[in-house]
């Protein structure tokens, strides 16, 4: 009975070895190994064995099963590792067609640049504030020290409303009892306004549309400005100039200078413009030997910024002896053309709504 | 306002060794800002002296001749084209290698050696224009004739010839410092940053020569409006071209060169900074000058050959009869300096600073005297100019003073004096300036101190008596002198800031990015249209805020919907872009009586072009509920039906909380007409501002439940206008284990019969504590089909 146990596992082996396809191992393994397969039939016969035999054989059997078994697993295991290389093999991709994108919607240009710089300057402590961008005269040149006549009004080229939609040939400030109404110039209109309904110490991001009578390749009638409003006790021009410094190096990247220039303001004193070294010559002012057509000898105009004034000050009602403040305010259009280099050629570009240009960014 | 600065002349007052590039950085650093560095015998290399020693027609061309030109080392020859070429004539040649400016036009071209019509040419012969003089009086079609100007040796330099080892630098002047506007102004400041020494103006007071006078009356009827006039008459000069040395410092600053007389007016506004006038002595009728208003309808030949008609706000320096100058604007054509003026009366005043704004703005006109007198000058600088002119007059004029200095002013001089604490400007300097180095830095601007300790007295000098108004002023000179960039730098620290972010502003933010995301491209565009664009959308423009002075026609009343706006941008992308998903959020501006307008908060967003346009509204109206639900907006629609701007049976009113605040739907075929779209347009024109202030951020926690769901699908036919939300009540009020009733599709034609539709549901039962048998199921499904069938007439398929 050994030996027939011993031929049974010989020839299961061996026919094992033979077959590489599931269904036909599957037979075979009844053949063998079933309920009334030639092991059982063999295993019948056990009980006509003397005890003592009968013990070491069927222990013998135990052994021939799990060999058996255990070829049979690994036959099986053979067989899929080839039916599934021809799956995979039958499964190829053709991964340089092109991917199916989201269709995703896009942000215009500016609304991601405000974003971006409201973004730098929460970071510093400033809340973003809404003004009015149809404003009183007052709140966009008396009260900050640019009174009736003076020329830096000039400066603004500022729209004026109609008294009357009707005959709007008659401005508002044509008429002596009747205060002047205007499309914002700047943004800095908010600085009076915010002293006038905020708490000190103030921390004041107003980004907003703004209006100028221009329009070229250069300048649009309507652009925007982000103006920085900060009034505290113990406010130095050093707070200015680390604070600008921090958003330059955040908006622009470090490898990008900046210098503060005298400029002249009304309603700052001193008063300062911010240049930035010019991404086209590098800050060299020179291309190949010649003239850098972009910038002025290799900076930049960023922005105007200063001291808020004392005359500003009073204006919003804070008393200048006892605080100071600083404001910028810059355009974000430009801003914008010079961190990324995106040569649009025509800035009016920006406001004309071309999908096909709206959905580069 | 910009000033072409010559480094040679900044330095006649200034004594300094630096080169010009550490001088531009120090007054952009400190003062004003320069703004490009021009170095000029670069441009020049190559160009010479030549005497043309014998002229030739060209065999093949009538206009052009033939010019043997000795250029010091050779003879060479050159073709020209000069009309006034002539033998013996001293010109200036642009030999090959040199860069030109063809006829004064285009980009420098670097010349070669070439033939010309078949003759050699060994470079160019220039007229003044080519050489970048522009501006020199030059003969149409000739070649700057320079022995007018000079005798120097044929190859000669032309850089040496002309004095042109010079640096020009353009510099930006802020319209508070007009004193900065001059030559000594710059060389002042220039002291300050630099260190170096100014040297001031050294000039001869005016000496009159008794022989002969020449009797002139001057009077002002108006002085605030002219503070001082001062004048003085010049007797016997010969007006003539200025000498080279002139011409070139005129036209090296931007002026034209006229006459000696006019010239010296020029210098002397480039130099000082304070405009001058001269007048004809013999065309004053009556020896007579008279600073007054002009008459009403006054007429008046200026200069530039045009006539003005004047007003009685205009100040004119007028003779016994007429106007001879718009004051501190424009002189007269026939009362200004010609060829055969023998006597000149020179006139230096100080006008007020608006009335000569309000004047130029009047009558348009503009000039370099305006736009300095319209900054605000100092009753104390025409003593120095004027005295200065006669100087010059005298010297390259000849002639004698013939006449005492009339001098007419409104009222003594009184320097201004502001006190100066120097610990509020180390206060808001952020350092530690001791107070010398602060009263040392205003002594050199000019400024004289007197006090002790902290406290201080400061005169402001003249020439800044109309920029300083204020303490703060004194510390911005002290701060800039100092060195901005020599501040340190730091983070504004102190107690908590105390505003917080505007609501309204962060839900626009969020309702940009949820659009975006959702797939829609944001429009932005001018907050203004014309009236005829509001028309188009049926609004009525008079409502609208309206420009006074609009920039151009068509961008004159403020936005009072963003309709006309989309639409337009549609008719305008449909060409190129077949279909798009698009939004705006933008103000919208409403007048009110006697107050600003308000600014409201307005979305649009928007499909076109889409196929199936009931698909498309779906898409919108899910975009806006999900919308919506991120707000925290309790959001329906109401079915409209009598909006005239809207398709009747595909638009619904969007009410918010019972309150109407948008319409959804198709746009009305008649709009989308007038705007010439031809693709459907379906919208929503929501006020975001109405609704923005109920907006929160809803976090609720729903427990996840713990027995399975069951779906059914069910598909009914019923009439065409059965609306889904009537189902969905219907189905739900069969039994409390209907969890929600989904709508999967909607389908209408072939196999249904006219007015009708198929609608598919996909039922969700779930009960809360156990898991549904099939027969509980059964049973409500049972129901549901039974009152569909008897509440509208469905037919389950």
Redesign the interface.
């Given at each position: 009975m050994k030996t027939q146990l011993e031929k049974l596992k010989d020839d299961a082996i061996t026919a094992v070895k033979d077959l590489v396809s599931s269904p036909k191992l599957e037979e075979l393994r009844i053949e063998y190994l079933g309920r009334k397969g030639k092991l059982a039939s063999i295993l019948k016969e056990l009980p006509t064995l003397a005890v003592e035999t009968r013990k070491e054989v069927g222990q013998f059997a135990n052994e021939v099963k799990s060999a058996v078994e255990l070829a049979f697993m690994e036959a099986e295991k053979a067989a899929q590792a080839i039916e599934n290389e021809s799956r995979i093999k039958s499964e190829w991709l053709d991964i340089t067609a092109p991917g199916a994108e989201?269709?995703?919607?896009?942000?215009?240009l500016?609304?991601q640049a405000m974003?971006e710089v409201l973004h730098i300057f929460t970071r510093?402590?400033?809340?973003?504030?809404?003004h009015?961008?149809?404003?009183?005269g007052h709140y966009a040149f008396e009260a900050l020290n640019v009174p009736k006549?003076h020329?830096?009004r000039?400066?603004w080229e500022t729209?004026?409303?109609?008294?009357d939609?009707?005959n709007?040939?008659?401005?508002?400030y044509e008429d002596d009892n009747m205060a002047e109404?205007v499309?914002t110039p700047h943004t800095s209109n908010a600085q009076v306004r915010?002293m006038e309904q905020?708490?000190?110490?103030?921390?004041?991001i107003n980004i907003n549309?703004t209006?100028r009578?221009?329009?070229d390749i250069t300048h649009v009638?309507?652009f925007h400005q982000f103006e920085g409003l900060?009034i505290?006790?113990?406010?130095?021009?050093?707070?200015l100039?680390?604070?600008l410094?921090?958003f330059a190096q955040n908006f622009f990247g470090a490898d990008r200078k900046t210098?503060?220039?005298?400029?002249?303001f009304r309603f700052t004193?001193?008063?300062?413009?911010i240049d930035i070294t010019c991404d086209q010559c590098k800050g060299e002012g020179k291309i190949d030997g010649l003239?850098c057509r972009t910038c002025?000898?290799g900076?930049l105009e960023l922005g105007g910024a200063g001291?808020v004034?004392?005359?500003v000050l009073q204006a919003g009602g804070v008393d200048p002896e006892e605080y100071?403040g600083f404001a910028f305010g810059w355009g974000v259009e430009r801003t914008l053309m010079m961190k990324s280099g995106i040569n649009v050629g025509d800035i009016r570009v920006?406001?004309?709504?071309?999908?096909?240009f709206?959905?580069q960014f | 306002m910009n000033i072409l600065a010559s480094y040679n002349w900044i330095k006649e007052y200034l004594k300094t060794d630096l080169s010009s590039e550490d001088f531009?950085r120090e007054m952009?650093?400190?003062?004003?800002?320069?703004?490009?560095?021009d170095h000029l015998p670069g441009k020049f290399e190559n160009i010479v002296i030549g005497v043309v020693s014998e002229m030739k027609t060209h065999p093949n061309a009538d206009k052009l001749k033939i010019a043997i030109t000795d250029i010091g080392s050779k003879k060479v020859q050159i073709v020209c084209g000069g009309v006034n070429l002539a033998e013996g004539m001293r010109v200036v040649v642009a030999l090959p290698g040199s860069k030109v400016r063809w006829h004064g036009e285009g980009e420098l071209v670097e010349l070669v050696e070439t033939k010309i019509r078949g003759e050699e040419s060994f470079g160019m012969i220039c007229a003044a224009e080519e050489l970048g003089f522009a501006k020199y009086p030059a003969v149409d079609h000739g070649i700057w004739d320079f022995g007018e100007i000079s005798e120097a040796e044929a190859g000669t330099s032309f850089v040496e010839a002309f004095g042109l080892d010079d640096v020009i630098f353009d510099i930006e002047v802020?319209?508070?410092?007009v004193d900065a506007m001059s030559m000594v102004g710059l060389a002042r400041e220039g002291a300050a940053v630099t260190g170096d020494k100014f040297m001031a103006p050294d000039i001869e007071t005016i000496k009159e020569i008794k022989n002969e006078k020449k009797p002139l009356t001057v009077s002002v009827k108006d002085s605030e409006a002219c503070p001082r006039y001062m004048a003085v008459v010049v007797n016997n000069v010969k007006v003539e071209a200025s000498p080279a040395w002139l011409q070139r410092k005129l036209l090296l600053a931007g002026h034209r060169p006229i006459n000696n007389i006019v010239d010296i007016t020029n210098y002397i506004l480039h130099e000082y900074g304070q405009p001058l006038h001269a007048f004809d002595y013999d065309e004053l009728a009556g020896g007579e000058i008279v600073v007054r208003a002009a008459k009403d309808g006054e007429k008046f030949l200026a200069l530039d050959d045009k006539e003005y008609e004047l007003k009685k706000s205009n100040l004119v320096i007028a003779d016994a009869e007429k106007p001879v100058a718009v004051a501190g604007v424009m002189g007269g054509r026939n009362s200004g300096t010609k060829a055969n003026t023998r006597t000149v009366v020179f006139e230096a005043a100080i006008f007020d600073?608006?009335n000569i704004?309000k004047t130029s703005r009047l009558l348009n006109l503009y000039s370099d005297s305006q736009l300095l007198f319209?900054?605000?000058l100092s009753v104390k600088a025409p003593e120095l100019a004027l005295a200065k002119a006669v100087e010059l007059a005298l010297e390259i004029a000849g002639g004698e003073v013939a006449s005492e200095v009339y001098d007419i002013q409104a009222a003594e001089y009184i320097a201004p004096v502001f006190s100066m604490r120097t610990d509020r400007i180390r206060?808001?300097?952020?350092?530690e300036i001791q107070n010398t180095e602060i009263l040392d830095i205003l002594s050199t601007l000019g400024f004289e101190a007197e006090g002790s300790g902290d406290n201080y007295k400061v005169t402001v000098p003249y020439w800044r008596d109309h920029d300083i108004e204020?303490?703060?002023?004194l510390?911005?000179e002290v701060?800039?002198i100092y060195g901005?960039?020599n501040?340190?730098?730091?983070?504004?620290t102190?107690?908590?800031?105390?505003?917080?972010?505007?609501k309204?502003?962060v839900w626009e933010?969020n309702a940009?990015?949820y659009?975006?995301?959702?797939?829609?491209?944001?429009?932005?565009?001018?907050?203004?249209v014309s009236a005829s664009m509001l028309e188009k959308y049926g609004l009525n423009?008079?409502?609208?805020?309206?420009?006074?002075?609009?920039?151009?026609s068509d961008?004159?009343h403020?936005r009072t919907s963003l309709m006309p706006?989309l639409l337009s941008?549609i008719a305008?992308?449909q060409g190129?872009?077949h279909s798009?998903?698009?939004?705006d959020l933008s103000?919208i501006?409403i007048?009110r009586k006697n107050d600003?307008?308000l600014?409201l908060a307005q979305l649009v967003v928007a499909e076109y072009g889409q196929e199936d346009v009931p698909h498309s509204f779906l898409r919108l109206k899910g975009v806006l509920t999900g919308f919506a639900k991120k707000a925290g907006l309790n959001i329906s629609l109401e079915r409209l039906t009598d909006d005239e701007k809207w398709h009747p049976s595909r638009s619904a009113s969007i009410m918010v909380d019972g309150e109407q605040v948008g319409v959804i739907g198709q746009v009305a075929d008649k709009y989308q007409q007038a705007f010439g779209i031809n693709k459907s347009v379906v919208a929503i024109d929501f006020s975001f501002a109405k609704v923005v202030l109920k907006m929160k951020k809803i976090r609720r926690y729903e427990p996840i439940p713990e027995f399975p769901a069951t779906d059914r699908d069910l598909a009914v036919v019923v009439d065409v206008e059965v609306e889904f939300l009537e189902l969905e009540k219907t189905i739900k009020e069969q039994s409390s284990i209907v969890e929600s009733v989904n709508l999967i599709d909607i389908y209408r034609g072939a196999g249904i019969p006219e007015g009708k539709k198929s609608v598919t549901l996909s039922i969700t039962l779930r009960a809360p504590d156990k898991t549904l048998s099939s027969d509980h199921v059964a049973d409500v499904m049972k129901a549901v089909e039974k009152v569909l069938k008897k509440q509208f007439d469905a037919s389950i398929r």
């Open positions: 989201p269709e995703i919607g896009h942000l215009h500016v609304t974003e510093l402590g400033f809340s973003r504030s809404r009015p961008e149809v404003e009183w006549g020329p830096a000039d400066e729209f004026f409303i109609a008294k939609p009707e709007p040939e008659v401005a508002m109404m499309l915010e905020s708490e000190l110490p103030i921390r004041m549309r209006y009578r221009q329009s009638p309507m900060v505290d006790k113990g406010i130095t021009i050093a707070d100039k680390g604070t410094d921090f210098r503060l220039r005298p400029h002249h004193e001193p008063s300062f413009e003239k002025k000898e900076w001291m004034h004392p005359n100071s920006l406001y004309k709504n071309d999908l096909r709206l959905k | 531009a952009s650093l400190k003062s004003m800002s320069v703004e490009s560095i802020t319209s508070n410092r600073s608006i704004r319209e900054k605000g206060k808001l300097l952020g350092i204020h303490e703060i002023d510390t911005e701060a800039r901005y960039h501040l340190p730098s730091k983070i504004p102190g107690a908590p800031p105390t505003g917080l972010e505007d309204a502003l933010s940009k990015r659009f975006c995301s959702a797939g829609y491209t944001e429009l932005y565009g001018y907050s203004f423009p008079h409502e609208a805020v309206v420009l006074h002075n609009p920039l151009t961008l004159t403020m706006s941008d305008k992308n190129q872009v798009a998903k698009i939004f103000p501006y007048t600003l307008p600014e």
